[in-house]
Structure formats: structure tokens, C-alpha cells
């Protein structure tokens, strides 16, 4: 079997979600979401988490549940082998009522990237036979395939729009290509942070002004551009920890 070459692009993504507001939740949601609220306080029972507060456990199942929640912005950048970046790209919105025509224009920009790099890969192996290729394009995130991609699968259906053949879809936990999940890096039983990735692996990192928690509140003040930095920067911080990991990540194509 021909040698697989290495990914032409290697493309970090990253999303922030918002909590819907309860009073417009349909009785379905309703339901949905008064179970995931009684499911998490048993689960904080005797935890350090059991002093959440009421509104800190509604703000929670509602920005990490597809139907309770939606997607404000969507960051990527790519990279190649050595590690250089091109410009980072983000696509946000400000109101639920904008989110379709966002992911709308992501998913666009997606297969634009996708159908390039595919012709450029096409002239890189012109002639060879190769078995079980995985593609152009390494995605990687950061619990992207718990959280990010089946979150914004989900929204994605809700407008009814028709989404491109890439390698970000694949959510198979057992593997890096095409899609490289950084949370099963050492496997499932080790629960981790962005930020206690990077000070495991020695990446220097700053505090942010801001967390994942403070999104919404970022959003109803008007600050989407504070969100889409945000963001960004947590893309930045992933693709760091993957470029300085790659020695205990399978090459392509590698069988565990």
C-alpha cells in the first residue's frame, strides 16, 4: 500500500454557544430542560460544584445542550506541518436570529476549503493508489467531538442546511484522522482543561479577562468582537498544544 503523504492543511476550530432564554422554550424544551437541571444537581451532590447556584446550573445546561442553547461564533485557523499560521478566521453573530446565515456562511467556507485543498492534494499523489485516505485536511479541536461538532450538527439541522462532505464531521473517539481530538490524547479517563493542557505541555498562556461562562453576558452587552478574540485565542492555544504533543499522536494513517 502507497505511503500516505501528510496533511496539506492542519485547521484548528473552536465555538462559543449562548443559553436561549427560558421563557421562549417551547413545552418539549421545557421538558428537556427541567430534567437536565434535576439531573445536574444530583450529580454536584458532594462535589466542590454543589454550591452552584440555581441561575449558574440554568446557564449551564442551557449553553451546552443544542436545543437549549446556540452558536454564537465559530473560529478556525489553519496551519501547515511546520506550524505557521495563516490569518485566523471567525464567523459570529449576534442574535439567535442571525445565527442560520452564520453557519450558513461557515459551512460554505468549510466545503470552499475542503474542495481546494482536495485539488491540490489530487496533484500531490496524481498517480498513486492509496487505500483508506482520510484526506486533505486534519481538523483539530479541543472536546470537539463531545461538544463543538455535534453542537453545531444540531443547530446546523434546525435551518434545514445542507452540509459538505469534510473531515470535521468524523467524531469516532479511537482516532486522529481526520479529525484530531486533543481530550482523548492520553485516552478517556483523564479529564482536562485548555488551560491545564497548556501548562502541562510548558505553553505559555495568560489569564483571560474572560471564560466560557461570561459569553452571554459578553453578547447581551453588545460585545461579539470581545467573543470572536476570545475565541480565536482559545484556536491559538489548541493548535499550540497539538504541535507540541504531536510526538504521542499516531501518524496518518497509523493504526493504534
Known amino acids: 500500500m502507497t505511503e500516505l503523504p501528510e496533511y496539506l ?11 436561549l432564554p427560558v421563557e421562549t422554550f417551547t413545552e418539549g424544551q421545557m421538558r428537556r430542560y427541567e430534567l437536565d437541571v434535576a439531573r445536574k444537581h444530583e450529580r454536584i451532590k458532594g462535589t466542590p460544584d454543589e454550591g452552584m447556584t440555581d441561575e449558574e446550573i440554568s446557564s449551564l445546561i442551557r449553553a451546552t445542550h443544542p436545543m437549549l442553547g446556540w452558536v454564537c461564533c465559530v473560529s478556525v485557523i489553519r496551519a501547515d506541518q511546520e506550524g505557521n499560521r495563516q490569518p485566523g478566521r471567525s464567523f459570529g453573530c449576534a442574535s439567535v436570529e442571525e445565527e442560520g446565515a452564520m453557519l450558513r456562511e461557515f459551512w460554505d467556507a468549510v466545503d470552499r476549503m475542503e474542495r481546494t485543498a482536495a485539488d491540490e492534494y489530487a496533484e500531490q499523489i496524481r498517480g498513486k493508489r492509496i487505500y483508506n485516505d482520510p484526506g486533505a485536511i486534519q481538523w483539530v479541536t479541543l ?17 434545514g442546511i445542507d452540509i459538505p462532505s469534510s473531515g470535521v464531521r468524523s467524531t469516532y473517539a479511537f482516532s486522529h484522522d481526520p479529525h484530531c481530538d486533543l481530550k482523548m ?25 474572560m471564560d466560557g461562562s461570561q459569553v452571554a ?14 475565541c480565536q485565542s482559545d484556536v491559538e492555544r489548541t493548535l499550540d498544544c497539538f504541535f507540541a504533543a504531536r510526538g504521542v499522536i499516531p501518524p496518518r494513517g497509523a493504526k493504534w
Open 143 to 159: 472536546n470537539g467531538k463531545d461538544f463543538d461538532i455535534p453542537f453545531l450538527l444540531a443547530r446546523t439541522s434546525k435551518y
Open 9 to 19: 492543511h492542519i485547521v484548528g476550530l473552536d465555538i462559543e454557544t449562548v443559553p
Open 217 to 230: 453576558d459578553y453578547i447581551d452587552a453588545g460585545k461579539l468582537e470581545d467573543v470572536i478574540e476570545y
Open 185 to 209: 490524547l492520553f485516552g478517556k479517563g483523564i479529564y482536562f482543561r485548555l488551560s491545564d493542557l497548556c501548562d502541562h505541555l510548558g505553553i505559555a498562556h495568560t489569564k483571560d479577562d
